[in-house]
């Protein structure tokens, strides 16, 4: 797995342990680990940018997804072909507003956004009930699991 990750947000952030997530993630939804996924860092006028030009919403938010090869997650006996995952954008200084309004760390905030925009990347959504239902559920999962990994290390 190739994860590539660009900070340019001004704020200091676990690089290490977000390639390990991104990583985990990939391979606990079987995709093949030639794979490649850019995170990047940016601060709020950056994002706010991004959401404008390609959201045409106003103002900051804290993840956005730009998918390249709409990859979707494999199985067990059939991994995705190898290509290019796309882009997660994360923005730390709203992620750290968040944080701090769900009662958590910076690193567990990030660790929530980077699992999110990526599982966007594989296809997964949030416009129906069933659908949030789903993504949140396994966006869950992948996070507790990979905390139970970290601790096993």
Known sequence: MSV??????????????????????????????DTELGVVLVDESAIEQLHVQWMDEPGPTDVLSFPMDELRPGRVDAQTPAGLLGDVVICPQVAETQAEAAGHDLPQELAVLLTHGMLHLLGFDHATPDEEAEMFGLQRDLLLAFAMHERSR
Do not use: D, K, T
């Open 4 to 33: 590539e990750i660009n900070n340019e947000s001004g704020i200091a952030v676990e690089e290490a342990r977000l390639q390990r997530l991104a990583a985990f993630v990939m391979e606990s939804l079987h995709v093949h680990p």
